[in-house]
């Protein structure tokens, strides 16, 4: 395996799940480990923007200096827990996902 691989994850999506995308893995991990912080274990979880709010104060410098992307790839972790039933959805409107 080249090192470029070594260094990439497949994301998966839980909306559409034959849309695979190869991405950075330290930034994916930076951004998996600051939404599993920050998400609660029950339902009725976070809305998109509440968690985007909550992960702000502890997102990486290192990997989203300012912010930058911060959403694209909060959303991608988030469809990509899903697709793993690492985090679930809930029925409600606005969507809200939690922690299983």
Known sequence: MAKDEAEKYLME?????DHKVRVDKARFM???E???????AEAPGMTPAELREAIRPILSQEHFPGGEKA?????????????????ARGSTKPVKVYKL
Not at 35 to 40: F, H, I, M, S, Y
């Open 13 to 17: 999506n839980a909306v559409s799940p």
């Open 30 to 32: 930076a951004m998996k």
């Open 34 to 40: 600051a939404v599993l912080a920050v998400l609660p």
């Open 71 to 87: 959403g694209w790839w909060m959303k991608g972790v988030q469809l990509d827990l899903e697709f793993k039933g690492i985090i």
